[in-house]
């Protein structure tokens, strides 16, 4: 069964620093790895994935995440924060193959918010 | 043109109504997943259909029945409603790579059973 836990469930950051959410997983197979966004009320916005290529991955509005196994981490990260960076941001892991196949397993979620 | 659409987006009912929630996708996708997310946020996997065929059933009380009449639509029926259903559902679809290729979500049906 594969596993997710983020660090934090409250991130808070300046407008403008680095802004770091953590991501630690479990799985016996190789994983893919998701980071997912989620603004009040509404659905859930892929922001990257990681697939077994690059283990730098590069999303969407500035965020990357690095998958590193020997620390079982993907972590999120983005140079310089922006207001209309505060969401909800969820990690999630998937297999390929098993009777979990296509199953995305969620972290609990880390509630970003961007002071001015 | 959304790609995948729930209806309704809102829902109110009372205790022991029964109740469906339906997704649609028009993304080709043969893959269609119900997702939970909890008063915490929590999400969890209900449902998976592949190609109208059940792939997963988690441990999901059997008040609630899926029904995929084809590839591009997956039905939540929900009976006898308790308060514990109150939360938000979300539909998502995949191609049969999932992991791979990704997945879209709908934008949630937020169910309150009062």
Redesign the interface.
């Known amino acids: 069964a594969q596993s997710v836990t983020q660090l934090g469930s409250h991130v808070s950051v300046s407008e403008g620093a680095l802004v770091l959410l953590r991501c630690n997983y479990s799985s016996s197979v190789p994983p893919?790895l998701?980071w997912?966004v989620?603004y009040p009320n509404?659905?859930?916005?892929?922001l990257l994935?990681y697939?077994s290529a690059a283990t730098l991955v590069k999303g969407i509005n500035g965020f990357e995440a690095e998958f590193k196994k020997s620390e079982t981490s993907f972590h999120l990260t983005k140079p310089s924060a922006h207001m209309s960076d505060a969401a909800?941001y969820?990690c999630?892991v998937?297999?390929?193959g098993g009777?979990?196949?296509?199953?995305?397993?969620?972290g609990?979620?880390t509630i970003l918010t961007v002071h001015p | 043109d959304t790609a995948v659409s729930q209806t309704p987006k809102y829902l109110v009912t009372q205790m022991g109504n029964d109740k469906s929630i339906k997704c649609e996708q028009n993304l080709g996708h043969d893959?269609m997943?119900w997702?939970k997310q909890d008063s915490?946020?929590?999400?969890?996997?209900m449902f998976?259909y592949?190609n109208k065929e059940l792939?997963?059933n988690e441990t999901v009380p059997n008040r609630f029945s899926p029904k995929s009449p084809d590839k591009a639509h997956l039905n939540l029926h929900i009976n006898s409603l308790e308060l514990g259903d109150s939360a938000v559902y979300?539909c998502?679809s995949?191609l049969?790579?999932?992991?791979?290729i990704?997945?879209?979500?709908?934008?949630?049906t937020r169910l309150t059973v009062v």
């Open positions: 893919y998701f997912y989620q509404q659905g859930l916005q892929l994935k697939t909800e969820f999630a998937s297999v390929a009777t979990s196949y296509g199953k995305l397993t969620f609990q979620g | 893959t997943y997702y915490k946020k929590f999400l969890k996997i998976s592949n792939i997963i979300f998502a995949s049969t790579g999932g992991p791979l990704g997945y879209t979500f709908g934008s949630g």
